[in-house]
């Protein structure tokens, strides 16, 4: 009966045990976090949901980045995680691209008195489309523009056109880091159908990138484990899958095949394991379609 009882009472507490592991491996993350960048003093990663950017704290005040405020408040605290390290002043909040998931919400910085900056093309859309809740940049960079503050430099450098035709690669000379937006995931296949995305433009700026002097890769998203930076080896690998499914895809098209053949026949088991490539390969396969098919 004792026996009975005992493994009665261990069974449960190993179920007790197997349910809490489970909830532990599939727990959400906390829903936003602030992270130094290893190696450094003063680079942090603040991310919220599943964007993040890129801030630098220097005595004489903070460079910050893509409020990635679209519909939610993530700028207050953005703002508030900044002061939790420093009350020096915000002094400049600098777009990635244009893409509003990134850039919109940046009002509570502006009130702070930032400047903001963006390359002119972002600036020239933004004038054009007013979107709501985006702050219209104060400063543009056209091929390039250095900042310097409190001992920092930050170069905000124009490689041509790629995931848009405003990105910008902002690459900090000292520490070796750049923080460029959407265009080098961490193992993961392009976004849905490349929209606003210019082939082969995007190789040649992925090359120009590798060519550059760094180590660390900040992105605008964490890649798969929530892993926060990348390094030279995944820019490799993204270059890699575009000349893959690059080939690929000519080569249906040379055969004269039609894109609903190029979907459902292209494979490129390399990446099977990368975030997205399920339900976004097909639509990476039909963007170069169109450019090995139409030139566009
Ligand atoms: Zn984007």
């Known amino acids: 009966m004792l026996r009975v009882h005992f493994i009665g009472l261990s069974a449960a507490l190993i179920a007790a045990t197997l349910v809490t592991a489970a909830q532990a491996q599939t727990a959400a993350p906390p829903p936003y976090t602030t992270t130094k960048v290893e190696g450094t003093d003063n680079v942090y990663i603040f991310r919220y949901g599943g964007h993040q950017s890129m801030f630098i704290v220097t005595k004489d005040g903070v460079i910050a980045t893509d409020p990635i ?13 900044i002061q939790k390290i ?3 002043p915000i002094k ?3 777009y990635s691209h244009l893409h509003y998931d990134h850039i919109a919400g940046g009002k509570p910085f ?3 008195g930032a400047t903001f900056i963006a390359h002119k093309n972002a600036k020239d859309r933004i004038v054009q489309l007013k979107p709501a809740d985006i702050v219209v940049p ?3 960079v056209g091929d390039k523009k250095v900042i310097k503050l409190g001992g920092t430099t930050l170069e905000l450098i124009y490689v041509g056109r790629n995931h848009s035709d405003s990105t910008l690669v902002m690459r900090l000379p000292k520490e070796k880091i750049i923080f460029t ?21 995007l190789e040649e700026g992925m090359k120009k990138v ?3 002097d760094w180590d660390k890769l900040i992105p605008g998203h964490p890649g798969p484990g929530g892993r926060q930076t990348g390094t030279k080896e995944d820019v490799k690998n993204d270059l890699a899958y575009l000349q893959d499914l690059s080939a690929a895809v000519k080569k249906a098209v040379d055969e004269g095949k039609s894109v609903a053949d190029a979907q459902k026949e292209i494979k490129l088991p390399k990446y099977e394991s990368w975030s997205n490539y399920g339900p976004f390969l097909p639509m990476n396969i039909e963007r170069y379609y169109d450019f090995h098919n139409r030139g566009i």
């Open 69 to 81: 405020s679209e519909r939610r408040p993530a700028a207050k605290t953005y703002i508030e995680e």
């Open 86 to 88: 420093t009350k020096a």
């Open 92 to 94: 400049y909040v600098i």
């Open 110 to 112: 502006k009130d702070l």
């Open 138 to 140: 104060d400063q543009t």
């Open 181 to 201: 937006v959407d265009w080098l995931p961490l193992q993961a296949v392009q976004f849905r159908g490349l929209a606003d995305s210019y082939l082969p433009d």
């Open 210 to 212: 590798l060519a550059m």
